[in-house]
């Protein structure tokens, strides 16, 4: 626009003049509902570290899983109301890393490992160091990863498979030092599990708006059924099939 043009404009134009190369300033804000549900899954993550330190492994272990349902829905939620950010997505991870990294391994280790020593918490730094690599992996994978399969064992299912064992343990009244060698097996698998190649479903691409058979709906009625009657059984033995998953069905392959 010519200098006299914009001499003459009035005010209200000239707030609208292009002024070229001029970059415009970034909103500020957070955008609220994601970021609070992103939020009640930290919460429950540090609340789980609290209640191990006090020797309440039981609602540890519920708090692990409530922060699994709420890492599902702010990221849900996202998409829906259109709040996507990079902001989210980092403060997602930092919590993730919490919830399902740092806390299931000092509640393991508080739990059960504690009374091997030194290769007690090695055991339990090896679930924690995998939890940050997987967790770094996927974020710079995020744009080329296939949506159908993970690469790795996720991090909430490899937290909610030592939660399960904490929880179903506890509840059948089996204290954490009696499995203390186990748990030293298998707290190091989980966590490499998580940074190896190892393909898992991400279930991204179930339809839950399209037909089922009849018989799926009520298999669907069943496992609510079984969850309600013994939680921390099924939730148990439901995660720790899915981690078993990967590798069975690398063998399977291998043998055809």
Known sequence: MPIDDIKKAPVDDIEDIDLGDEKKQPRKGVYLLPNLFTTAALFSGFYAIIAAMDG???NAAVAIFISMVCDGLDGRVARLTHTQSAFGAEYDSLADMV???????????TWSLEPLGKIGWIAAFVYAVGAALRLARFN???????KRYFTGLPSPAAAAILAGVIWAASEAGVSGDSL?????LLVPIVGLLMVSNVKYRSFKDLNLKGRVPF???LIAILVFVLIALEPSLVLMVVFCAYGLWGPLSLIFKGLR
Do not use: D, Q, R, Y
């Not at 710079?140 to 296939?146: H, I, K, P, S």
């Not at 203390?180 to 030293?184: D, V």
């Open 180 to 184: 203390s060698i186990l748990m030293a």
């Open 140 to 146: 710079t994978m995020l744009a080329v990863e296939e």
């Open 56 to 58: 309440n492994f039981s």
């Open 215 to 217: 018989v799926v709906f």
């Open 99 to 109: 919830s399902f990294g740092i806390a299931p391994a000092l509640i393991v280790f």
